[in-house]
């Protein structure tokens, strides 16, 4: 005799204790996930009737030994079995339903005390309206007479599936159904405010992530419906075969626009020009594969689909992990929501396909991970475009600001003056404009050094940035020539000015390596006459006074500054 033959022996010897002691379940009361009260038998071919299943010894069955069954990607349909005591004395009406709503063929077989078979099908195999009630859960309605009867229950789909079996009464089924409409409910609430709330940012700042991600929740919304069974009522209630393609094609979609959203939001075409051809690459291989669909056959179709689904998440949290070590701030978010939404599809995909004892809570981690997911990818997409709005400042600052001194340059001089204009032309406002260079600049770049004429900029720059007050505005135009813009500075107080500002740079000259430079300049003033509708006129007229001041100061101007030793 073979060992295989004597290992069934064994397992004949010590299991017959356990059969005999499943229990029948009471119709008093509800009874879920009843696996542990359940025998089962796989049918590898699945072609056993029921009436040949019913006939079978009990010893033929395998106890299940755990709340619910699971089953991977396998072709065999299985059988359970299992028994019910109505202890009363009339009929009883009862739900018998399953959890998991995708599953194509639910039959059931009621052997009752008298004998009679009673046959009821569900599934998604079946349109819509086989259901006894319409919810997204396979659910049949049964008579139980009183005594005990015995229930087969056949399950056969493609697709990898859990087995939780239930008895309740009708009030009880639909309890159930509506607590998890209700988690299901906050799920989309929650992710559809996000859909909302990115699509109106993505109105206000037309960047092409923020409409990727928008993409990225309406696919998961897509995928999470109809995997959950809620797609078939709406889209597919007389088209079963539809609503399994939209399972494996929803789910085919949302990795598609994973795809596309990681690739805009970490902007791999930017930073990462190799990864970014990569994950095109992986992109049109999960497209390709999405259409290959009615070639390959359903089943093969979602079984790829679950495979890639842990693939693509897999490599999306490597994408961001390497962004984030590359020194990209918004990729942390990016992060750890890429990880929670991993978390959430590995634990959820290894749940159904039964390498993860199944709980509600595992079954249903895909949601929770993907709602985490999606709050930390919106705080992603913020931070990103805080990102791009401090980059943006920055450069729009730079480009108006002379890099050496810190001043406004003269591109904003244009923009400015002409706000000026504008505010001047409403109130009548005295403005003042004073222009100055510093003498002999061209000979202390000559003499000293170009760094010391480049510190004398600096220097001069900041002895005016101290006497300017708030309004007021100071530009370098070029060279060594500054402009004051000066709102609200009538002429007599333009004078003042003037000769304060030649005290100060007087007092201060430039500390230059072992000794000092004397600062020296040439100031012209103007008033902006009521009616003028530029400052060029203005500037022209402050030029010909700083020519005219030059040639007033002429022995000062012509002293080439020397460096002197203060002591």
Not at 362 to 370: E, N, Q
Not at 419 to 435: D, K, M, N, S, Y
Request: charged share 15%; aromatic share 12%; with cysteine.
């Amino acid at each position: 005799m073979s060992l295989r033959w004597w290992c069934a022996c064994v397992c004949y010897v010590l299991m017959s204790p356990v059969w005999a002691a499943l229990p029948a379940l009471d119709l008093a009361w509800p009874h879920e996930a009843i696996g542990e009260s359940v025998a089962y038998l796989a049918d590898p071919q699945g072609n056993l009737t029921p009436e040949y299943v019913a006939s079978l010894p009990r010893e033929r069955f395998v106890p299940l030994a755990q709340p619910v069954a699971s089953h991977t990607f396998t072709r065999a349909a299985y059988w359970y079995r299992f028994s019910v005591q109505n202890r009363s004395s009339e009929p009883v009406s009862r739900i018998l339903w399953l959890l998991q709503g995708w599953l194509d063929k639910v039959d059931f077989t009621i052997v009752a005390p008298n004998g009679v078979v009673s046959h009821y099908h569900t599934g998604n195999g079946l349109p819509f309206s086989a259901r006894a009630i319409a919810v997204p859960a396979p659910n049949v309605r049964v008579l139980f007479l009183p005594g005990q009867s015995e229930v087969l229950l056949r399950v056969q789909t493609p697709d990898p599936f859990i087995a939780s079996i239930n008895v309740t009464t009708e009030s009880q089924f639909l309890y159930s159904q509506m607590f998890d409409g209700i988690f299901s409910g906050l799920v989309y609430g929650a992710i559809l405010a996000m859909l909302l709330y990115n699509l109106l940012l993505f109105v206000g700042t037309r960047e092409r992530y923020q409409l990727a991600y928008v993409g990225y929740l309406a696919t998961f919304v897509l995928m999470n419906a109809a995997y959950n069974n809620y797609t078939f009522p709406w889209l597919f209630a007389d088209n079963p075969g539809g609503q399994d393609w939209m399972q494996s094609g929803a789910i085919f979609l949302f990795l598609c626009a994973g795809l596309i959203f990681t690739r805009s939001f970490l902007e791999l075409h930017r930073r990462h020009l190799s990864l970014y051809r990569l994950t095109s690459g992986l992109l049109y291989l999960t497209l390709l594969l999405a259409l290959s669909g009615p070639i390959i056959g359903y089943p093969w179709h979602v079984e790829i689909a679950i495979v890639m689904s842990s693939l693509v998440s897999a490599y999306s949290f490597c994408l961001g992990l390497y962004s984030w070590r590359c020194g990209d701030r918004a990729a942390r978010f990016f992060l750890l929501g890429t990880m929670s939404g991993l978390v959430g599809t590995m634990v959820t995909a290894c749940t159904v396909m039964a390498f993860v004892p199944f709980h509600y809570v595992t079954y249903k981690a895909i949601d929770g991970g993907l709602v985490v997911d999606g709050i930390l990818m919106s705080l992603a997409l913020i931070d990103r475009i805080k990102q791009v709005r401090e980059q943006r400042l920055r450069a729009e600052l730079e480009s108006r600001t002379d890099s050496l001194t810190g001043l406004y340059n003269r591109r904003a001089y244009q923009e400015i003056s002409q706000q000026e204009v504008g505010v001047l032309q409403q109130r009548e406002q005295a403005v003042a404009v004073l222009l100055l260079d510093i003498n002999h600049f061209k000979q202390i770049n000559d003499i000293h050094g170009h760094a010391a004429g480049d510190a004398m900029l600096q220097h001069v720059a900041s002895l005016l940035r101290q006497q300017l007050r708030h309004g007021d505005y100071a530009f370098r135009m070029g060279g060594d020539e500054f402009l004051l813009l000066l709102p609200g500075l009538e002429a007599d107080q333009a004078a003042l000015l003037i000769a304060r500002l030649r005290l100060t740079l007087s007092r201060c000259p430039l500390r230059w390596q072992d000794g000092v430079l004397a600062v020296s300049v040439s100031i012209g003033s103007s008033q902006w006459l009521s009616g003028e509708p530029c400052f060029d006129s203005v500037l022209r007229r402050a030029d010909a006074a700083m020519y005219q001041d030059k040639q007033q100061h002429r022995d000062a101007a012509s002293a080439v500054p020397e460096l002197v030793n203060p002591s």
